[in-house]
């Protein structure tokens, strides 16, 4: 049970877990590029014990893997789960009360301690431009905060149990944020600090803001937990890490005294700023939009404070294995919220929103005469309707019948889809609706389509092993590749605009048509590199899923209407990159090359097998 980062980082390093780098690192690509290379590797946490420009040192990789982070939270593991499963399932408390006792002990005991008399972290005040300022990947707009806690209170009923803690990007530097005195908060309106933000817009006042960095390691994963309705993140943050979240007010702010660094300020009403670029975890860079600008109104560190950051980008990134523990902590919530479902999978290799796969139930069935999807289309207005899965563009959903399926099991799950949609009956589509805001697939910000592909019944058809003859030799779309049992990737020609897409598109699958039926591929990927597409299941899922918005880029062979449902004998999607699309993320080979020095026999990461 870890009473500061540093408690932390000394007992990592004890157990093998963290390797310390003493040569000076540029928190200018290079701390990222290190990062990545060792976190690819499966290594340890790394500390940058000399940052350029800054006295403070770094730590990043720290829940870099599944097994270390539970190391982590070793002593607390066992009780956290204990009380997530009450609060998932509060009739089990009342089944079995003697046995849950303890989990509501322990809720109580967490509980957040003000104490004015220990605040380690306001030892020192200093500016923004002391930090280490890290800019991750070449085209960032500046130096960005990844691991914040960004703490508000509600305006209309202020106090702690009435907070939100939330993990949203920080930009410290760039644009036209003055340095020392603003900088940007990324945020999306209808998250807990923008449900503030609105209370505090309609009464006219500026919004406190205390941004809170380092500390118990617990107080970090605390601010990406989904927690059950009744459960602060501040005391799941004492759940955690075994001990008290401990708080103060320093000039009305709220400070986590045993946090690392705490930044104040106020969000004043209407007052944006341009933030971004920034390299997302889609695995391209979200733009520049205005955000909320942050004033600052002081910044603190602890003696020795240490800097933690992690990088983003195409998964798989650190935030794989906080999605991971995410998912083992919260246990059958969804199940729970959702009635009938059995699994829900945020498919990280495609960037987690973009892609859903699940599997529901089909209890509907055996008073009909035909096998269909019934039910489970309820349940996939459910699951789009919840929380952050309301951000997918994809969700395949089916039911178990005389085989049990796993959604982790990406290729085996979609083989069993295409052995058993119906092309005509399964595809339903919303269209003009909301998507991610770090999604640039759609048809503006925030906003593009949904798909729900929903498979049930008999085994419809076998699914090609080798690319069909139908598919080969034809022209603008050629070199046929097979990603998988049932599923064909193409390259074609750029992308130019949506009318020539769907041109193109027709002329091809009429020339299709012509050669006879493909039943046997119910699934075609149009691409601007097949053999990429192909080479990997990742490739296939990231490309496909997060270059693509459903209503504009599924056509289909020989596709129709009846009764204003679409339908068709083979889906197409197309996922060439388009004009509006963000540009994916690319490391500088400089860098690359420069941060070898570290890695070289003698140097501090000249151990670790890459």
């Not at 220990?118 to 960032?140: C, F, M, R, T, Y």
């Not at 204003?564 to 197309?574: A, L, M, T, Y």
Request: proline share 6%.
């Amino acid at each position: 049970m870890y009473r500061s980062l540093e408690e932390c980082v000394i007992d990592l390093e004890k157990n093998g877990h963290l390797v310390r780098i003493h040569e000076e690192v540029d928190p200018y690509l290079e701390m990222a590029a290190i990062h990545m290379r060792v976190h690819e590797a499966g290594g340890p946490a790394l500390l940058f014990e000399r940052v350029k420009g800054s006295k403070f040192r770094a730590v990043s990789n720290l829940f870099g893997t599944v097994e270390r982070s539970k190391f982590i939270f070793r002593h607390t593991w066992e009780a956290v789960q204990n009380v997530m499963a009450v609060r998932n399932d509060p009739m089990q408390a009342l089944k079995h009360p003697l046995k849950n006792v303890g989990a509501g002990l322990a809720a109580v005991k967490a509980l957040p301690l003000k104490n004015n008399g220990g605040q380690p972290v306001a030892a020192q005040e200093i500016k923004i431009s002391d930090l280490p300022l890290i800019q991750h990947w070449p085209d960032d707009g500046g130096a960005f905060v990844t691991l914040p806690q960004v703490y508000s209170e509600n305006p209309e009923k202020a106090g702690i149990m009435n907070s939100n803690l939330g993990m949203y990007r920080i930009q410290l530097s760039g644009n036209e944020y003055e340095m020392d005195k603003e900088i940007g908060l990324h945020y999306q309106i209808h998250r807990g600090i923008g449900i503030h933000q609105e209370k505090a817009n309609r009464r006219g006042q500026s919004l406190k803001v205390s941004c809170f960095i380092g500390g118990p390691p617990a107080h970090t994963l605390s601010a990406v937990m989904p927690l059950p309705e009744g459960l602060s993140e501040m005391t799941f943050a004492g759940l955690l890490s075994g001990r008290r979240f401990r708080y103060s007010y320093i000039d009305g702010f709220c400070i986590s005294n045993e946090a690392d660094f705490v930044i104040t300020g106020e969000i004043h009403p209407g007052e944006t700023k341009p933030e971004g670029p920034f390299g997302d975890h889609l695995g391209y860079y979200s733009l520049i939009h205005p955000f909320p600008v942050m004033k600052v109104h002081k910044v603190y560190a602890k003696p020795n404070a240490i800097w933690p950051f992690t990088v983003v980008g195409r998964p798989p990134q650190e935030d794989t294995a906080f999605g991971e523990l995410i998912h083992e902590l919260t246990g059958d919530a969804i199940k729970q919220e959702i009635p009938g479902v059995k699994e829900v999978h945020a498919v990280d290799a495609a960037g987690v929103h973009p892609l859903l796969f699940a599997i529901g139930s089909e209890r509907y069935t055996p008073y009909q005469q035909v096998k269909q999807p019934t039910e489970m289309l309820t349940i996939a207005n459910r699951i789009l309707g919840t929380g952050q899965l309301s951000l997918a563009k994809y969700l395949f959903i089916t039911a178990e019948e005389n085989q049990p399926l796993d959604t982790h099991r990406e290729a085996d799950f979609l083989t069993y889809m295409m052995e058993r949609i119906d092309l005509r009956r399964d595809i339903h589509f919303y269209t003009n609706t909301t998507i991610d805001t770090l999604d640039y697939s759609g048809t503006g910000l925030n906003t593009g389509s949904k798909v729900v592909f929903a498979a049930y019944g008999d085994k419809r058809r076998e699914l090609c092993l080798e690319v069909p003859e139908a598919l080969k030799e034809l022209r603008v779309f050629e070199q046929p590749r097979l990603i998988m049992p049932g599923i064909v990737a193409l390259q074609g020609p750029a992308f130019t605009t949506y009318p020539d897409a769907a041109r193109e598109i027709q002329e091809w699958s009429d020339a299709i048509q012509s050669r006879g039926q493909v039943a046997s591929c119910p699934m075609i990927i149009l691409s601007d590199d097949s053999s990429f597409m192909s080479e990997t299941i990742s490739n296939f899922l990231w490309a496909t899923f997060t270059r693509s918005n459903p209503s504009h880029d599924i056509h289909g062979v020989n596709g129709s209407y009846e009764h204003k449902h679409w339908g068709c004998d083979q889906v197409i999607i197309d996922a060439r990159i388009k004009p509006h699309h963000a540009p994916p993320l690319i490391s500088d080979p400089i860098v690359e090359k420069n941060i070898g020095r570290l890695f070289v026999q003698g140097a501090s990461l000249g151990g670790i097998k890459l």
